[in-house]
């Protein structure tokens, strides 16, 4: 399966979210390729933090970017199980190469932001796309998402009125275990003091995305 992880505005949490999945995937024994796509390599520096602290690492994180992505990925494609893509937050010439050949595109929302003066934009991309990728699902979820909920259910029914995507309803908090375990090159699953609430929240996603439920 590919999976890109993008949309069209920055600041987002999208690196945070495809790497969490990377992780989770490859725990459960599958051989993961996680590529960064997008030019400020944030995935792949969280990749070389993790490298430079030691820990255990079972997939492999590479950079691609460019109109040339697709073909590169399709070259490794039968190499993993899943390839995970982040491209990013602008709509750029990686992202469109990238979603060409993706099986789900999942876009993260924050609620009350910018992100959702996008909406519009990122559905006419999509629209682009599923011209030539006709099978590409498109899931949504709220990302750094309002603890107290009120602003969550205004953005997602924004969300639904404006699209025809697929809306993940677990929103994921803007919890401070996310930007830890991220700045450690880990995952909130790798966490040692573990933030039940955020990994409940990532497994849900893991849930719609993969179609199964995560069990390590």
Known sequence: ?????????GGGGKTTLATNLCVMKSLTGKKVL???GDEQRTASDWASQREVLGI????TTIQLTGKSLHTEIKKMSSNYDDIIIDVGGRDTTSQRSALVIADICVIPFKPKSFDMWT????????????AINSSLEVYTVLNQADS???????????????SNFICIPTPIGNRRSFANAASDGKSVVELKRIDQKAVDEIKSLYRYVFGIDYIH
Request: proline share 0%.
């Open 119 to 130: 909406l519009g934009a990122v559905k006419s991309m999509l629209a682009e796309i599923h």
């Open 56 to 59: 255990e690492t079972s997939w």
């Open 1 to 9: 399966m590919i999976i890109v992880v993008g949309g069209i505005k």
């Open 34 to 36: 996680l590529v960064d």
């Open 148 to 162: 107290r909920g009120t602003d969550n259910y205004e953005s997602f029914e924004m969300i639904r009125e404006m």
